[in-house]
């Protein structure tokens, strides 16, 4: 599960929609639409683009914590914040073909969305970002690899996205540690070319 994440965000020039699909033109292949302060008709609206979007790029459709909508609009799954539903109560919901992701800043955290059966973990902040409140103590390379080192002793196998406040730079160094993949938002959103940015992410 090598790849890379696109979380939907919005700034002075783009929407959600454009956001989403600027990241499929640069060849992304997993969009989670995370809009959350809208109402779910607002979602509703947004993924009404970005779905038809997702399923023409051949990508992978998450929404961020809204459950009972992920099944309204069969998306591919759903990330859960740890303020948000429990995993095992989603996959309750939802059954077992749906992704369900959730939001680690510990090894206790993956340890635990491990157990209640997540299918991958978003995992940091790598750095202070501003697209996400209240954040959790930022990670940096050796909190990945901390981490990334205990589920090894534990035997735990479960994919590990990083993500938060992440640029090309970053990119090699924190693929060493062990992780998975990697989530970006605004460092592609804040680029010049969008799209070219994405592009350019892939090619690391």
């Known amino acids: ?21 600027m990241a499929l033109e640069g060849g992304c292949k997993w969009i989670q639409l995370r809009m959350k302060d809208a109402s ?23 929404l961020d914590d809204r459950v009972e909508l992920a099944k ?9 914040g740890r303020n948000d539903m429990p995993v095992d109560e989603a996959r309750r919901v939802l059954g077992e073909e749906f992704i369900i992701g959730g939001t680690a800043n510990t090894y206790e955290d993956v340890e635990r969305l491990w157990r209640h059966g997540a299918d991958y973990v978003g995992c940091g902040p790598f750095r202070f970002t501003t697209t996400k409140a209240n954040l959790a103590p930022v990670l940096g ?19 590990v996205v990083a993500i938060g406040g992440i640029l090309r730079d970053d990119v090699a160094a924190i693929m060493e ?18 799209a070219e940015e994405m592009r350019m992410f892939i090619e690391l």
């Open 177 to 194: 540690t062990g992780v998975s993949g990697i989530a970006i938002s605004g460092a592609v959103l804040d680029a010049d070319n969008p």
């Open 40 to 62: 779910d008709d607002e979602v509703r609206e947004a993924a009404a683009v970005i779905q038809p979007l997702c399923r023409e790029h051949e990508a992978i459709f998450l």
């Open 141 to 159: 390379l050796s909190g990945y690899k901390d981490i990334i080192d205990r589920m090894d002793e534990a035997g735990i196998e479960l994919p």
């Open 72 to 80: 309204e609009l069969k998306a591919d799954g759903v990330h859960l």
């Open 1 to 21: 599960m090598r790849q890379i994440q696109f979380i939907t965000h919005k700034n002075d020039r783009y929407s959600y929609v454009d956001g989403a699909r």
